[in-house]
């Protein structure tokens, strides 16, 4: 499948359903994260993600067939904006068909996690106040990597009032 798995858009979740194909499929995942309008005490005006595009559409792919081989799923499609969000924009998509649901649950959360912790995309937040500063990803799931420690969102730096 050779489709955009990023995008500087907005993204339509309705065409990603595939509501009318996979007739094997009982289950459907979906995962819609969402600009909030505040983190970690600071009240958020609007985002910017930017990305390394060639290699984040390169480990996108590789996330989804991974998922697909990895949960035994026909179906994964995963969309990033990048650019400017407002609140309440999308800011990702997941969509996951498979036979049941426990396997659409877990196969969503984990190419979500994966995407978050593999491709170079970095979100910068712009708060009220003036400031700003990048946020590092974090897992929604603790067991990914079991040797790793779950990560909570920290901010890397900070730019000057302006």
């Given amino acids: ?15 990603l359903l595939e509501l009318q194909s996979h007739p094997e499929c009982g289950g459907l995942a979906l995962f819609v994260g969402t600009v909030r309008d505040h983190h970690e005490g600071q009240s958020v005006k ?10 984040a559409a390169k ?7 991974d998922t697909r081989e990895r949960f ?19 800011a990702i998509v997941c969509v996951v068909r498979a036979p049941h649901r426990a396997e659409a649950f877990e196969a969503c959360r984990y190419a979500v996690d994966a995407v978050k912790h593999g491709a170079p ?7 009220t106040d003036g ?22 969102h920290r901010h890397h730096s900070h730019t000057s009032h302006g």
């Fill in 1 to 15: 499948m050779d489709h955009p798995v990023l995008s500087h858009e907005p993204v339509a979740v309705e065409p």
């Fill in 46 to 55: 609007h985002l910017a993600y930017t990305a390394h595009e060639p290699m």
């Fill in 59 to 65: 480990v996108i792919r590789a996330v989804e067939a």
């Fill in 72 to 90: 035994g799923v026909p179906y994964v499609r995963i969309v990033h904006r990048l650019g400017d969000l407002a609140i309440g924009d999308i």
């Fill in 121 to 127: 995309i970095w979100k910068e937040e712009f708060y």
């Fill in 131 to 152: 400031s700003s500063a990048f946020v590092e990803g974090c897992c929604i799931r603790d067991d990914l990597d079991e040797s790793a420690s779950p990560r909570p």
